[in-house]
T-cell receptor, first 109, second 113 residues
Framework: QKEVEQNSGPLSVPEGAIASLNCTYS??????FFWYRQYSGKSPELIMS????GDKEDGRFTAQLNKASQYVSLLIRDSQPSDSATYLC?????????FGKGTRLHILP | EPEVTQTPSHQVTQMGQEVILRCVPI?????FYWYRQILGQKVEFLVS????????KSEIFDDQFSVERPDGSNFTLKIRSTKLEDSAMYFC???????????FGPGTRLTVL
């Protein structure tokens, strides 16, 4: 059974600080990794995708991948109240995406 | 910007009734998916669909479920005889290539009474 593990939180971060979200996965053969943001009652919204080891930056977001450690992370710089949401780590397994349970992020004004 | 759309936004049905959930994927996408999310739980894969056939399905997707692409734009999920435990948000997603990003629609909230 392929698993994606995340700390459920909540993670509380002051406005303007860096939020760090982490995820581990069980399938060593996984090749595609995604971070989605989900507001309460809404659908998952794709923030980042990452396919190779290292860092990938997009605006205030940086995704980091370490395949040897089976670890994916998401950094959010200059956190804003609008970043308060649940962040879903997702890993491609064959022709589907396997989601973690998500980490609730709360940005403190 | 193109997006996935879903109808209806909320469906209420009686146990044992059939429901059809509808989706219009992004127009140049070739891969289509259904996921569900029971309240407070994680997003779960149901089925993937490519080239007019199912490419993968989960244990959840039993004989009560079926998918269809009846025309060039719609993608539907049918539940033949709904159970109480089918109550969930159902999300349609589409992607241009297998393994790349999947984009989700707004979801249909299914309530089975």
């Amino acid at each position: 059974q392929k698993e994606v593990e995340q700390n459920s939180g909540p993670l509380s971060v002051p406005e303007g600080a860096i939020a760090s979200l982490n995820c581990t996965y069980s399938d060593r053969g996984s090749q595609s990794f995604f971070w989605y943001r989900q507001y309460s009652g809404k659908s998952p919204e794709l923030i980042m995708s990452i396919y190779s080891n290292g860092d990938k930056e997009d605006g205030r977001f940086t995704a980091q991948l370490n395949k040897a450690s089976q670890y994916v992370s998401l950094l959010i710089r200059d956190s804003q109240p609008s970043d308060s949401a649940t962040y879903l780590c997702a890993v491609r397994g064959d022709d589907k995406i396997i989601f973690g349970k998500g980490t609730r992020l709360h940005i403190l004004p | 910007e193109p997006e996935v759309t879903q109808t209806p936004s909320h469906q209420v049905t009686q146990m044992g009734q059939e429901v059809i959930l509808r989706c219009v994927p992004i127009s140049n996408h070739l891969y289509f998916y259904w996921y569900r999310q029971i309240l407070g739980q994680k997003v779960e894969f149901l089925v993937s669909f490519y080239n007019n056939e199912i490419s993968e399905k989960s244990e959840i997707f039993d004989d009560q479920f079926s998918v269809e692409r009846p025309d060039g734009s719609n993608f539907t999920l049918k539940i033949r005889s709904t159970k109480l435990e089918d109550s969930a948000m159902y999300f349609c997603a589409s992607g241009r290539n297998m393994g790349n990003e999947q984009f989700f629609g707004p979801g249909t909230r299914l309530t089975v009474l």
